[in-house]
T-cell receptor, first 115, second 112 residues
Framework: DAGVIQSPRHEVTEMGQEVTLRCKPI?????LFWYRQTMMRGLELLIY????????DSGMPEDRFSAKMPNASFSTLKIQPSEPRDSAVYFC?????????????FGPGTRLTVL | KQEVTQIPAALSVPEGENLVLNCSFT??????LQWFRQDPGKGLTSLLL?????REQTSGRLNASLDKSSGRSTLYIAASQPGDSATYLC???????????FGTGTRLKVLA
């Protein structure tokens, strides 16, 4: 299996622009998680899905952030408009209870810089 | 509310030493706990997952234990090598959810 795939790996944008981050989970996994990692706050869960349905979005910082999972093999995290304080590494992870008792597998991350 | 703490924040040891990394959690009603490794500028790699019914889990030179009653988990690394240098994070779920709370990690440096 290719593991969790994220794109782009690096994104540099200007304040006010829309940013879309993409994630392809491991095939057969039914949980998908979006995290943000910064030096100040560490690793924070933003939102997670089960069977394509958002379960907990309490970590989404504000209305500028939105996430979708239109099917089992694709999810997006969108920031509109972006701000410099959104600069961070965004990780996607997936898991399943069926095989590995919800062991989470992470993608390589997207490093976002908002100027 | 689940809180996860890792001590120490940083550790530097000579090659070959056995070492223990600590993870504490406040809500003991967890169904599992997971240890990860993160290399600089990289994603997280799963090392070990301990189910609530288990007391320990082993993979090669790594051994993780779980004591739910005391709210603690330890990651034991035997015969450390320079290639073990990385940040080690533990994560425990918030009670009754699949929302994982991460510790701030222990940054390990193994000196050759």
């Amino acid at each position: 299996d290719a593991g969790v795939i994220q794109s782009p790996r690096h994104e540099v944008t200007e304040m006010g622009q829309e940013v879309t981050l993409r994630c392809k989970p491991i095939s057969g996994h039914d949980y998908l998680f979006w995290y943000r990692q910064t030096m100040m706050r560490g690793l924070e869960l933003l939102i997670y899905f089960n069977n394509n349905v958002p379960i907990d979005d309490s970590g989404m910082p504000e209305d500028r952030f939105s996430a979708k999972m239109p099917n089992a093999s694709f999810s997006t995290l969108k920031i509109q408009p972006s701000e410099p304080r959104d600069s961070a590494v965004y990780f996607c992870a997936s898991s399943t209870l069926k095989i590995s008792y919800n062991e989470q597998f992470f993608g390589p991350g997207t490093r976002l810089t908002v100027l | 509310k689940q809180e996860v703490t890792q001590i120490p924040a940083a550790l530097s040891v000579p090659e070959g030493e056995n070492l223990v990394l600590n993870c504490s959690f406040t809500d003991s009603a967890i169904y599992n706990l997971q240890w990860f490794r993160q290399d600089p500028g990289k994603g997280l790699t799963s090392l070990l997952l301990i189910q609530s019914s288990q007391r320990e889990q082993t993979s090669g030179r790594l051994n993780a234990s779980l004591d739910k009653s005391s709210g603690r988990s330890t990651l034991y690394i035997a015969a450390s090598q320079p290639g073990d240098s990385a940040t080690y994070l533990c994560a425990a779920p918030a009670s009754g959810t699949y929302k994982y709370i991460f510790g701030t990690g222990t940054r390990l440096k193994v000196l050759a």
